[in-house]
């Protein structure tokens, strides 16, 4: 046998006439498809925000070709790995078979043909193990995270059909002369020997070969067809959506956009279902109202109604005000997000279009009055900002004055009994190091933060500037906050609107200069202790690892680590004002941290953050009384172990 016979007909024993109809039927589904995309792209360009970055085409590519992200959930990582290698070789035979066929082109024959085939049958092999993988955590294992709308499983199934009616195809073919060479096709050969053996004869299998061919021919029409749908579209956006995605701090919102940007509509199209914000999401956990990944599929069904340019406004009416209320902005869903969906700036956006129509709950109303009336959320009179610190002597800056250093004792700081506890620590912290710092006393206002993640944009705005007025009129040069809220506005928030201050959380204050030598501490205590990592400061901002080596400097007893910790941390419940918020749910958020906490048989459960200190130190109570910890700031820590100069 020669070469070239090592090969086969194509569209053999498919009558003449059917040959168009499929063209007409594989391009029909193609041409719907594309005149959808075009479609929804020709609308998305009035919503425009963002240039086209090309930087991004490499990291695009990496994601594609490793799955890491994926594979952070590693069963699911792994069906996906398998699915879309096996569909990338699957649609690497298609188009050997269209080029050998269509075009003036000749290479499908001898060892190219055999070592193709087996490539193909291989890589339908794999495909279909992954499908089987998503089929199984569906039925078998029923993972709680999966959607259970019935339209999610069609793409596996169309997907499966597409696979078996493709290898039963292929096996009908070769039952007919059953070629040795075809043993290549390694599927396909050992369906054939299975028909053989069961006494199929040649004019049954042809009549098979046929049949299947029509199927197959269908049900890959119908998937060319419907992949503008929802979940099939993020075959087509999720690469584009993860190019997209945010490269800002976690922590840090973006400013109010009046409609959805064109990332914002890619996003919800590139959205894949999987549930894994859900999964990660503090407000499920507890049993409050919000999913994330609702709000995602919210958002799309609003844009598919309305158009691309539908408000904020009018998509609020699709979400009951306590979804859209319960988020605590911990940022968990951007970070587990497969495709890179900013989930957290959507919800903050709806609550925008919420204050603009003068809907906000009497928590988020008495906040604002108190942030704008008395520049601190608490609502308290601004001239007791300083009642902790009486009897302190602190060094208050005079008008104008320079400021090399300034402490800035933020809101919770300096009205909370759990923040005000904190400040004394930072300030005998200060005096030990005796370096020269100021605080602003009551001129200190709000930075703004919970007013802004409550949505009330321009109540921040206006904070911010007086803010950043301010500091510049005390030429400030360095800002140290022992609040990761206050910390990240600083950081990110007010660069934008025009405050480029250097800022320094405690945790990295403390860890830079216990680390050079300048600020002693004598380790102490033996007892177990854990570090609750706040989300502003950790998972927002990248933080993780100068509180631990603080802790490490000045604890005797060992640190343990939660289950959830690091970057992966689970929320305390107090941010995006949550705190004073409260929506109602099954359970709450702080109890089921400090109850992690409690498993690690820690005695005292540290943390970085007067927010998460309140929360925590609220959670105790639904532990049993031997799992009560202490819970204590860093600062407080190293306070209690300053070696005496
Ligand atoms: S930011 Fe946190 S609380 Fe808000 S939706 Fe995402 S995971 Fe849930
Ligand atoms: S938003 Fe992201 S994590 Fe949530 S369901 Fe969609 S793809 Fe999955």
New binding site residues.
Partial sequence: MSSADVTREILGNVPGWLVPWFYGVIFAAYASSAVIFVQRFRERRGATTAPSDRARVLDVIKYLTFHQKLLEDRFAGIAHLCTFYGFVALFMGTSIVFLEHSTPLHFFYGAFYLWASLFVDLGGLVFIVGLLMFLWQRYVSKRDRLLSRWWVATLTWLLLAIAISGFLLEGSRIAVDMPAFESFSVVGYAIAGALRFSGVENETALLWHRALWVGHAVVSSLFFALLPWPLFS?MVYSGASWGRRRTRPLAELRTSAPVLTWIDLMQTD?????????EVCPAQAVGQPLA??DI?LGIRQAVTEAGPSVSYADQVGRFSHDVIWSCTTCGA?NQ????G?D?YDEIIDLRRGLVEQGTVPEAAEELFEGTAAEFNPFHRDNDERMDWAQGLGLPVARDGEAIELLYWVGCAGSFDPDGQSVSRAMVTILDHLDIPYRILGCRERCTGDPARRMGEEGLFQERARENIDLLASHSVRKVLTHCPHCYNTFKNEYPELGGAFEVEHHSQFLDRLIASGKLPVTEGGSQPLTFHDPCYLGRGNGETEAPRRVIDAVAGGERREMARHGRESFCCGAGGGAMWLDVQGKDRVENLRVKEAAETGARTLVTGCPFCKVMLESGQQSLEDDQRMQVKDLAELVAERLTPR
């Fill in positions: 993020h590139a959205c894949t279902t999987c549930g894994r914000c859900n994330p990944r995602v869903c587990t997000c497969p495709v969906i989930v």
